[in-house]
Antibody
């Protein structure tokens, strides 16, 4: 059973960079699939942030593209999210998930991490 | 981007009853690339249906999906106690993929 686990600070100051890591177990990232980040907030609901392939190819939501970087470390079987210049609007539960991509840049997600709450406050 | 509107917002039903949830897209969903997820409090979404009507691994056959174009439906044939949750639709036929706002199925 594929398992994903998010880790990272639960509190980020406004204007700083949010950094999260997702560790995958029971499946090698290098074997395929896309690996994505999705967030959920009371105000905006579920929102896809971006996805990465093991080769490093990335696709980002245009609404966040200017602030998002997703990277992969296949040696650690991890992928990571950085979101810069955060504001209160970025406070959410952040999920990592395994994505299946029938068309370029669009995915559905079959395995999810449990999620991690990120608060933005000084 | 495609906007998904789910209805009703809340569905109040009793165990054993049939639940019918609707998801309407602002434009046609390419190749019926539509998924449904179930989410319980404090948990991540769980994939139920993809491709509008294909059940994900391990999903009971009381869950079924149908529809095409802009109108999609998730049906739960007989509600079990564990089915009371929030359900989301998601389109992945065009980028960026987008989610509906959810339908809560609550115990009447």
């Amino acid at each position: 059973q594929v398992q994903l686990q998010e880790s990272g600070p639960g509190l980020v100051k406004p204007s700083e960079t949010l950094s999260l890591t997702c560790t995958v177990s029971a499946y090698s990232i290098s074997s395929g699939y896309y690996w994505g980040w999705i967030r959920q907030s009371p105000g905006k609901g579920l929102e896809w942030i971006g996805s990465i392939y093991h080769s490093g190819s990335t696709y980002y939501n245009p609404s966040l593209r200017s602030r998002v970087t997703i990277s992969v470390d296949t040696s650690k079987n991890q992928f990571s999210l950085k979101l810069s210049s955060v504001t209160a609007a970025d406070a959410a539960v952040y999920y990592c998930a395994r994505g299946r991509e029938p068309i370029v840049g669009a995915y559905f997600f079959d395995y999810w991490g449990q999620g991690t709450l990120v608060t933005v406050s000084s | 981007e495609i906007v998904l509107t789910q209805s009703p917002g809340t569905l109040s039903l009793s165990p054993g009853e049939r639940a019918t949830l609707s998801c309407r897209a602002s434009q046609s969903v390419s190749s019926n690339y539509l998924a449904w997820y179930q989410q319980k409090p404090g948990q991540a979404p769980r994939l139920l249906i993809y491709g509008a009507s294909s059940r994900a691994t391990g999903i009971p056959d009381r869950f079924s999906g149908s529809g095409s174009g802009t109108d999609f439906t998730l049906t739960i044939s007989r509600l079990e106690p564990e089915d009371f949750a929030v359900y989301y639709c998601q389109q992945y036929g065009s980028s960026p993929g987008t989610f509906g706002q959810g339908t809560k199925v609550e115990i009447k």
